[in-house]
């Protein structure tokens, strides 16, 4: 298989040779890790505001389609739930923290515009408290640079066949609106416009959710999950261990799921955990 770098590199076959897009789009994951170990995405789930702590670490090697199912169901498992009102609505309306589709969008243009002749590269997912990361190895291509980006701008994809097979797949809708539709889906949510960050050897888009970060012992905004978790701790007095904790919800809940809310309940002082682990014995702080 070639191994042309450049935006020449997306061919799919030169002279019956399969070349690096059809790897990237279609390759198996085995093969994959070895042969094109940049194939990779990473993702994690941080505690507070930097790196210092894990809650979450993982890797997948595989084909660009296989990168992005990963990623959005690691946004699905982690990411809240977060609840908002509308004036003229009585009713809660609750949505997942970003808007999926704009997520999904950040995560195919990171897939289709990386530079994949970078051997140690990668895709990175990373969720802190108050944002989340996606980043995508290279840099920014042709002249663009982050503010061009949110304004009208041609289409100059840096692996053109990448990105015209995300189109036909209806993943990516229209070719040089990527930006600008993350930009409207984020105001219609209410959230900041995406950052967009060109340092490193990376490209980075960064989504702030900029809702309110509550205080120690404060149970405002808890999701249904948490508030659900946070009774059954309140009945038992001497702990539950977390499949405890999953056996008695209603409906079941996914193990991660469950250890997100733990952790919510546990960084909002609501919660504490004797042990550590599967075996940790969750208990509810009385007087809060």
Not at 52 to 80: I, K
Not at 220 to 226: A, P, R
């Amino acid at each position: 298989m070639s191994h042309d770098a450049g935006p020449n590199h997306s061919t799919s076959r030169n002279h019956g040779v399969l070349l690096r897009a059809a790897a990237v789009l279609f390759g198996n994951a085995e093969r994959l890790e070895f042969e094109m170990p940049q194939c990779l995405l990473r993702v994690a789930r941080f505690r507070g505001l930097d790196r210092m702590e894990f809650l979450d670490n993982r890797q997948f090697h595989g084909n660009a389609f296989a990168l992005l199912a990963s990623a959005e169901r690691f946004l699905r498992d982690t990411l809240p739930i977060a609840g908002r009102f509308e004036a003229d609505r009585f009713e809660r309306i609750d949505e997942p923290l970003y808007p999926p589709l704009a997520t999904r969008e950040s995560l195919a243009n990171a897939l289709c515009h990386r530079d994949y002749a970078i051997g140690g590269g990668s895709i990175g997912v990373a969720v802190y408290d108050d944002r989340l990361e996606v980043t995508s190895s290279g840099a920014l291509h042709f002249g663009l640079t982050p503010e061009k980006l949110f304004a009208p701008h041609e289409s100059l994809p840096w692996n053109p066949l990448i990105a015209r097979t995300f189109y036909r797949r209806g993943i990516i809708e229209e070719w040089g609106r990527g930006t600008l539709k993350m930009a409207a889906l984020t105001a219609t949510a209410g959230l900041p416009r995406p950052e967009i960050e060109d340092a490193g050897g990376c490209v980075t888009v960064r989504f702030r959710h900029g809702h309110y970060v509550p205080s120690k012992g404060d149970q405002t905004g808890l999701t249904d999950l948490q508030q659900a978790i946070l009774a059954l701790l309140d009945q038992a007095d001497n702990g539950l261990a977390l499949r405890e904790i999953r056996a008695r919800l209603e409906p079941q809940a996914s193990e991660r799921q469950v250890q997100w809310a733990l952790e919510v309940l546990r960084n909002r002082g609501l919660a504490v955990a004797a042990g550590r682990g599967r075996v940790a014995q969750w208990k509810r702080v009385r007087g809060r």
